[in-house]
């Protein structure tokens, strides 16, 4: 499914960065970040250009071809691993950064996803996330329409324990990225930070 949304022309969700991100960046500490789910690279692109050293992972090689094609016709570099979620290689405190934007993945792997980010962060690393919630399906504005697929922040804060929640709150907000997240949704903002 992924492969063929982004066979389509134009960049599914855009190609500037989500708005959170955008908000938010300058929490992250310089160094190496990490992109989960990264899709078509708009949020790596970004972070790139802001001088962080990126690592895109999508199951997508289509997806992560079209990131490719983005960094390069913005003078940027970045790397990209084509592998699911649950088979990558997180190495123990390597990221400054991780950057989740609608991961949105069966519970039982987001929960073994997200205990391998605790441990992927370096010291004083944080982790950005935005994810729809379960209340989001059936809007019709974006997202999975399995609310199971979907995560609450009462989920990030046990998924997460071990990190310190500075920012962690479900709100609903207006949404444009591409032609695929359009209109009011439903989502859960996170910026967390493992204590140095
Ligand atoms: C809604 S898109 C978001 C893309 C990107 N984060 C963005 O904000 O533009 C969801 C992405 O999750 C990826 N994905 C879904 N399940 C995955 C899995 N198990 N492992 C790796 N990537 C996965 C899809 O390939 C797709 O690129």
Redesign the pocket.
């Known amino acids: 499914m992924?492969n063929e949304r982004y066979g389509e022309e134009g960049y599914a969700?855009g190609a500037e960065p989500?708005d959170f991100v955008a908000e938010v960046v300058d929490q992250i500490p310089s160094g190496a970040v990490l992109?989960l789910?990264?899709?078509?690279g708009?949020?790596a692109v970004f972070l790139a250009e802001r001088g962080y050293d990126v690592v895109a992972?999508?199951?997508?090689s289509v997806?992560l071809e079209k990131a490719q094609d983005l960094a390069a016709s913005r003078g940027v570099s970045i790397d990209t691993v084509v592998?699911?979620?649950?088979a990558f290689d997180y190495e123990p405190g390597r990221y400054a950064g991780i950057v989740s934007?609608?991961?949105?993945?069966p519970p039982e792997?987001r929960q073994t996803v997200h205990a391998r980010c605790v441990e992927a962060l370096a010291p004083g690393g944080v982790m950005v996330l935005e994810a729809y919630t379960p209340s989001q399906v059936g809007r019709g504005t974006g997202g999975p329409p399995d609310p199971t697929m979907c995560m609450s922040a009462e989920d990030l804060r046990r998924e997460l324990a071990g990190l310190t929640f500075d920012t962690l709150v479900e709100r609903e907000r207006e949404i444009h990225?591409g032609k695929y997240h359009n209109g009011v949704s439903s989502v859960v903002q996170m910026v967390a930070r493992k204590e140095a």
């Not at 934007?101 to 993945?105: P, S």
């Open positions: 992924w969700y989500n992109c789910a990264e899709g078509e708009r949020n992972v999508d199951q997508s997806g592998a699911d979620l649950t934007v609608w991961a949105h993945i792997a990225e």
